[in-house]
Every structure is written in C-alpha cells, then in structure tokens.
C-alpha cells in the first residue's frame, strides 16, 4: 500500500519500493494481478483431476436478469476460492523474534482444524506452520519436517502401515511419510509405485520432503492428488524471518486414497475416455504426480540448485526465479519444445499442441484463464511411459527422454 508516495507490505508493514515485487522482511508477494494468482494456483500445486475438461456448447439461459446473477455469484465465488488456495499453498507467517522455540501456527485452510470426521477423511494436518524457530543448518530443517510427522503418529497409528512408512523414508530418502488410514495392502502397492520410480530414477532421491494423505475442501472434490513443490513450513526468529524452511510434497486426497474403490472407478473411466492415458489404475495418479515431481527437480538442477528445503537470504532471488519459472511453466515448455523438436527429426509434421494432445486429454489441461499448463503434459507423458513402456505413445516417449537428461544420475 502507499501513503504519501511511500510504499509499505500490507502484510508485515516494512517499507518496500515500488517496483519491488516481493517484501525483503516476509517474503510476501508485493503485487497480485488476476492472471498471477490463476497460474499460482494451476501451476504451483499441480494436480491430478477427475473434472473433465468440456469443450461442448452450453445452453445458455434466455433471461437476462438470471445471467447477471450468475455471473456476480461466480465472481464472488471464485475470489473466495482464490483467496484460499492463496492462503493454503503459500501461507506466511510473521515471526515470533523474542521466541526461539518451536511455536505451530496452524493457518486458515482446509485441513486447519483437521481431526478425523467420516470415513474418508484423514487426522493428519498437512498444513502446520512453525514460526520463530532457530534454524541453523538444513539438518535442522530436516528434523523439524520430520518431528512434526512423528508427532502425529503417537495415537491410534497402525504398526504395519508405520512400518510400510519407514520403508519408504529409508529407502528413498523421503523425509516424512503419513498414510495414517490408508488400506494396508493399498499402502504396499502406492510403496511399489514408488519402487519402481526411483529404482527408475535415482537421480529423484533426496528432494521430496513429504508423502502424506489430505484432506481436500469442496472446491476440489475432483483433485484425486497433488504435487506441491513449495510450501513454506518454516520462518526464524530473526528481523527477515529467514531462513525460512521449505517443504515439497506429494500430497494424496483421502477422499479418494482411503475409498479404492472410488478412485478405481473414477481412473478407469477417465482412462476408458482417453481423459487419462490408456490403462490407467487406482494406483497410478501417484506416477502422474511424481512427473511433476520429476519435473521439478529438472528445473531446480536448470538453476544450479541443490535444494530449497532451506532458503536464506543469499539464496533468495534463486528462490523467487525457481518459484516464477514453475508457476508460470517457462523450463517445462522448453523441455516439451526440445522433445518436440526432436520427434520432429524422425517422423512426419505435427502441431505442437496436437503432438502433446495424443497423450492424453488431461496433457492438454489449461487454466482458468485459458492458458496451457505444460507441466501436465510432462506428468501425463511420464504416467504413460510409466504405464504402457514401449508401448506408451511416441510423444510420451520423446518427453521422457529428455527429462530424463536434464535429472541426471
């Protein structure tokens, strides 16, 4: 906000500049447009969805009046949805500076007051919050994403499905693993999904933080699983709340996870349609979500980087590109447009957005405002290379090929 020509965040109140994109103190981003806060949301979590992307004409009402309604209804809406997604994916806190203590803030979003109610729904809380905490090293970031998951496993948490866990923590490098009322057998088989891929890719080990159930509100019922790469879990105790400590995960909706049913019908018939590629199963919307995972470790190496499990204030601007080049796809076309290109050189001519959309339907997703998520192209490449091998489509194929260069061993 500005007072008297002088610019000021509006949300810790340090003065900033005014062409200055994010708060030097907080790390709050200092300017929102319509279309920022769209590719924030699709791009920045991407997930896996059941709603069918439907290019068919819809009957329009004749009334004038009802039409209006219906569309101040729909941008009241979806600002409310808007501002949550906001909230839950990139919450920020302000630091507690005379506290050095570990202190939870659990932030308003959808599992902020999560206990277990009905069936298929989770106790895990995915989205607590330390603030004014002492972090000197990426140890300490690491044990404290540990600590809180083994907090949440000291009541009512079933021996096999800890056991499945630590597994999966010890033998690919995962920090913490929740799947607290998942179906034992159905944790094994996601534990072999997971196998699979690393034995695949060794070069994944080492960046995923957490592996954890979710609950998901109404506004995405039709999200089966989600990749989110940035999730700011930690600010110090210090006056620019850095380092700040950074959680990237794979989050699975228990409304789905914890019916296997459901998710096996509702895979099979997005498989059958063409919606997903071709033999799809309950268990492989986690092979799509790791695409986007692989996906990211593609790009953090583009940029030279190790980690962001923690981020201080040398690393910062690296951090603010990695997050921008994400959300707004830039490296993940790049990648398409290399492996385009090199299909190019051994088959006959194809459009660009055609070539990807042999795939699948879901590899031609868009966003809100219209605009190609190219990171789902790479995921669903990667989920039909997972699937089907050499008989995957050849677009999938020639995309897997290079992502495979850019991760490396």
């Given at each position: 906000?500005?007072?008297?020509?002088?610019?000021?965040?509006?949300?810790?109140?340090?003065?900033?500049?005014?062409?200055?994109?994010?708060?030097?103190?907080?790390?709050?981003?200092?300017?929102?447009?319509?279309?920022?806060?769209?590719?924030?949301?699709?791009?920045?979590?991407?997930?896996?969805?059941?709603?069918?992307?439907?290019?068919?004409?819809?009957?329009?009402?004749?009334?004038?009046?009802?039409?209006?309604?219906?569309?101040?209804?729909?941008?009241?809406?979806?600002?409310?949805?808007s501002n949550n997604k906001n909230n839950y994916y990139f919450a920020h806190t302000v630091s507690n500076e005379n506290n050095t203590e570990p202190t939870i803030n659990t932030q308003t979003s959808t599992n902020s007051q999560s206990t277990k109610k009905g069936k298929y729904n989770t106790s895990i809380i995915t989205d607590n919050?330390?603030?004014?905490?002492?972090?000197?090293?990426?140890?300490?970031?690491?044990?404290?994403?540990?600590?809180?998951?083994?907090?949440?496993?000291?009541?009512?948490?079933?021996?096999?499905?800890?056991?499945?866990?630590?597994?999966?923590?010890?033998?690919?490098?995962?920090?913490?693993?929740?799947?607290?009322?998942?179906?034992?057998?159905?944790?094994?088989?996601?534990?072999?999904?997971?196998?699979?891929i690393y034995e695949e890719y060794p070069g994944a080990r080492g960046y995923l933080t957490n592996l954890t159930l979710t609950n998901l509100d109404m506004s995405q019922s039709g999200v089966i699983a989600q990749f989110m790469p940035i999730f700011k879990f930690g600010t110090s105790n210090t006056t620019t709340t850095r380092p700040?400590?950074?959680?990237?995960?794979?989050?699975?909706?228990?409304?789905?996870?914890?019916?296997?049913?459901?998710?096996?019908?509702?895979?099979?018939?997005?498989?059958?349609?063409?919606?997903?590629?071709?033999?799809?199963?309950?268990?492989?919307?986690?092979?799509?979500?790791?695409?986007?995972?692989?996906?990211?470790?593609?790009?953090?190496?583009?940029?030279?980087?190790?980690?962001?499990?923690?981020?201080?204030?040398?690393?910062?601007?690296?951090?603010?590109?990695?997050?921008?080049?994400?959300?707004?796809?830039?490296?993940?076309?790049?990648?398409?447009?290399?492996?385009?290109?090199?299909?190019?050189?051994?088959?006959?001519?194809?459009?660009?957005?055609?070539?990807?959309?042999?795939?699948?339907?879901?590899?031609?997703?868009?966003?809100?405002?219209?605009?190609?998520?190219?990171?789902?192209?790479?995921?669903?490449?990667?989920?039909?290379?997972?699937?089907?091998?050499?008989?995957?489509?050849?677009?999938?194929?020639?995309?897997?090929?290079?992502?495979?260069?850019?991760?490396?061993?």
């Amino acid at each position: 906000m500005k007072n008297g020509g002088i610019m000021f965040c509006n949300k810790c109140g340090n003065e900033v500049s005014e062409n200055q994109e994010f708060c030097n103190r907080c790390g709050n981003r200092l300017k929102y447009n319509n279309s920022n806060n769209i590719m924030q949301d699709n791009n920045l979590n991407s997930s896996f969805n059941y709603n069918m992307y439907n290019n068919k004409n819809i009957a329009i009402p004749v009334l004038i009046t009802i039409l209006i309604i219906i569309l101040i209804l729909g941008i009241f809406m979806y600002g409310i949805i808007s501002n949550n997604k906001n909230n839950y994916y990139f919450a920020h806190t302000v630091s507690n500076e005379n506290n050095t203590e570990p202190t939870i803030n659990t932030q308003t979003s959808t599992n902020s007051q999560s206990t277990k109610k009905g069936k298929y729904n989770t106790s895990i809380i995915t989205d607590n919050v330390y603030s004014g905490i002492s972090i000197k090293n990426v140890d300490d970031a690491y044990n404290l994403i540990s600590k809180d998951s083994l907090d949440q496993k000291k009541d009512e948490y079933p021996q096999e499905i800890i056991q499945i866990e630590n597994e999966i923590i010890d033998k690919y490098s995962i920090t913490a693993v929740n799947l607290k009322e998942m179906d034992v057998e159905f944790a094994r088989e996601l534990k072999n999904v997971i196998k699979n891929i690393y034995e695949e890719y060794p070069g994944a080990r080492g960046y995923l933080t957490n592996l954890t159930l979710t609950n998901l509100d109404m506004s995405q019922s039709g999200v089966i699983a989600q990749f989110m790469p940035i999730f700011k879990f930690g600010t110090s105790n210090t006056t620019t709340t850095r380092p700040w400590v950074i959680k990237t995960q794979v989050q699975l909706n228990a409304k789905y996870f914890l019916n296997p049913e459901r998710i096996d019908v509702t895979v099979a018939t997005s498989s059958k349609s063409g919606h997903f590629p071709q033999n799809a199963t309950k268990y492989s919307p986690v092979a799509h979500e790791f695409g986007h995972y692989l996906s990211f470790i593609a790009l953090l190496n583009h940029y030279y980087t190790k980690s962001i499990v923690v981020i201080d204030d040398n690393q910062l601007q690296n951090y603010y590109d990695i997050y921008k080049d994400f959300g707004e796809g830039i490296f993940s076309k790049q990648m398409l447009e290399e492996a385009y290109n090199n299909y190019l050189k051994n088959n006959s001519v194809i459009g660009f957005d055609e070539w990807r959309g042999q795939i699948s339907g879901y590899a031609l997703a868009k966003d809100t405002a219209g605009e190609y998520i190219y990171d789902e192209t790479i995921a669903e490449a990667f989920h039909d290379v997972y699937l089907n091998n050499n008989n995957a489509n050849e677009a999938s194929k020639y995309i897997v090929e290079v992502l495979k260069k850019y991760i490396g061993g």
